[in-house]
């Protein structure tokens, strides 16, 4: 998909300075959360599903909610594939409590989902809307009554039309009032919700949504300007961390969910693991380096020279706001080698021959569930790890026919995924890496943005015609692992 080749790119606008000596005294002081049997995943595992708002929900009219700019940008013709909405999407907003049953029986502790600004607040700021968080206050009690804890993430993309308007994150008004939504979001929400993401994917809906303009609100800005945004869409999440603890009735967990730019070494030795943690440092200079740092690295501001972003310390320290855990969405990765050349690392290009699933940009590489969470422990230090997103498409077929239920929709290639990437995921939590839970993407088909419902990503199948769920094999698949909290 054209999003993710377009993040690659991205990516090397900014390379790196050479590192000082990285922290990997951390690492190994990391306390011990493996089971002593080494196929099992720690005890207290959280497995859950996730889902966003806008690619479940539907209901875009409903109970005064106000247009958001996927709305706006889905409306409008070419942008999505043939046309596609999320007008109706999954029904969510009228189906959740079947789709809490469906949790249930999968066997969940956990569930990721987002909360649409645009319901809370219609016009971005100013009056919320009392019937907004109603809907999601019905979707928390059936989820406790389900005994299925809440991740909930503030921000999936859907920014208010009305704050689009106005310039949307090119302006740092944005910022404030998306702190003022999360204050009170947190505020009314707090005694139901422990666990809070500000922002899913600073890359995908800044670098997408006003730099190439894929995605909504399909901007496509000079250099110069689409850095500033950058660094106000990660000035907002600092904002919002601190937003969030002060509206919180009691204390609460805070942190985000990155589509980290996964980095591993080519060969598991000493030279390509450094090479690595340099990579992964620079290759998400800009939004988790920063945001654990305190700075843009050196060579970020150095490789946009005139078109760097303007920024305060206070506003690197806002940034720098610590989180109690770190979300990384995690589809793919690439290989690092040693350089020679500053700053020491270069990524691997794909030769054509590497493996895909149904959706182009995400290569099979199990070892991303691995690299990723160890690496970012090892370089911050990082205590909590939650695996927010993982799955992939498939080009499932169902049929009706087949003789029981689970045979509908074999999804055959999913399991292979899963399987691999979860053994990998199993691996890291064996060593101590704190991997706290994982979050598959997703429970249900859904709308996938500007591929409209050409990719699926569920372990259930949605028939969009009737809204009919159908749990595929990999549902049962998942199931298994749950019950047994282990892979083999
Ligand atoms: C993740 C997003 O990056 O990728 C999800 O957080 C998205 O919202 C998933 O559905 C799959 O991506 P895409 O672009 O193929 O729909």
New binding site residues.
Partial sequence: ?Q?RSFLKSAAALAAAPALSPLARAAAESLPAVASPNPHRFPQNFIWGTAT?AY?VEGAVHEDGRGASVWDTFSHTAGKTFQGQTGDVADDFYHRYKEDVALMKRLGVRGFRFSIAWPRVFPEGTGAPNPKGLDFYKGLLDALHEANIEPFCTLF??DLPQALEDKGGWTSPATSQAFADYAHYTASQLSDRIRHWMTI??FG?YIDAGYGTGEFAPGRKLSRKDWMQTRHNAVYAHGLAVQAVRAGAARPVQVGL?E?MSGVMPAIEDDAHIHAAEIGLREENAWHITAIFEGRYTDHYLQSLGADAPVFTPEEMKTISSPIDFLGI?I?TTREAVPSDAAPGYQMVDRPASYPHMA?D?IFFNPHAVYWTPKLASTIWGVKSIYVT?NGC?SDDVLRPEAPNPAGQVLDSDRIMYLRNYLTQMQRAAGEGVPVHGYFL??LLD?Y????GYS?R?GITYVDFETQKRVPKLSYDFYKEVIRSNSVV
């Fill in positions: 998909m999003r966003a690619q999936h993309w899913n994917e995908s969910a589509d969405n589809y959706s940009w997103e498409s993407w997703s859904n996938e943005w500007a591929s990719k990503f």
